[in-house]
């Protein structure tokens, strides 16, 4: 049983200045990020077998990613260097009322196209996660996401799909990252949104609105996560609160990603058509798993620093 995940691997610069923005920051911390990449080392540092498929530039950054994901037990054969192009930074800042200053520096993973992986056997993989909203951008990256969304969809893999909305990357094409995250959507057997981008996708002015257009639209498990609050599962047409546990938070860098690690490991033992037949109750105790792994994220700097801490003990 493995996973690939498939999408941005780059390096997050974290501003440890709390409450400056980037323009006046001076110190800055280097982690190496990318939802999907995220995803992997989360489920690797579970006990779960996985490969990232990915670009970095033939730099130091891209050789401290690949060293760092094979040091949290992610497999990296499919983590390709581009000497034509730098790793892809972005730049972080968590302001004094909570909202974050964010600059986005783009190179080598946009780059990653479907002939990369011409000899990346898709059927060898149980579960295909795609998550990174920086797949939606114009490039190579876009078109082999679908490329490979129908690849799996013939392999019978289980789809999972979590769309990690950025705002500065899509604002002034908000219109195209939504009309793209629709057919992800409709084939996965699992997806993830927060409370922000259910009401973004749906158009809805509430989360049980959201909900039902999402079921109308999908026949996919889903849970809209909602922070410490915790996390709205939708098993068919029955929509509870699961709740998360009490932490003090450091960095909520990664939660999500270690979130979603958690459901897919805990999903390995099923085939596609079991995903569907889990019950209720098993499914409650799946996504509680996965607030701990979340909330747990959140006591750390950095998602994958804070991966290194995680396994599956947390689940008792």
Known sequence: MKVLCIGEALIDMICTDRGSSLSNGQNFLKKAGGAPANVAAAIAALGGQVDMAAKVGKDPFGKHIIELLKEMGVGTQWVIQDPAFFTT???VSLMEDGERDFYFNRGADGQLSASNLAALELGHYHIVHFGSATSFLPGPLQNAYTHFLEIAKTNNAIISFDPNYRHLLFEHNTQSFIDQSWPFIEQSHFF??????????????????????????????????????????????????VG??????VDATGAGDAFVGAVLFQLMPYNPSQVAAISLEEWRKIISNANKAGARTCEYMGAMEAFKHLNKNIFE
Do not use: Y
């Open 89 to 91: 930074l972005a730049f």
């Open 244 to 249: 998360s546990i009490a932490i003090t938070p």
């Open 192 to 241: 993830k949104v927060s409370d922000e981008e259910a009401l973004l996708l749906t158009g809805c002015d509430n989360l049980q609105n959201a909900a039902a257009v999402f079921r109308k639209k999908s026949n996919a498990i889903f849970a809209i996560t909602m922070g410490k609050e915790g996390t709205l599962l939708s098993v068919g047409e029955h929509l509870e609160m």
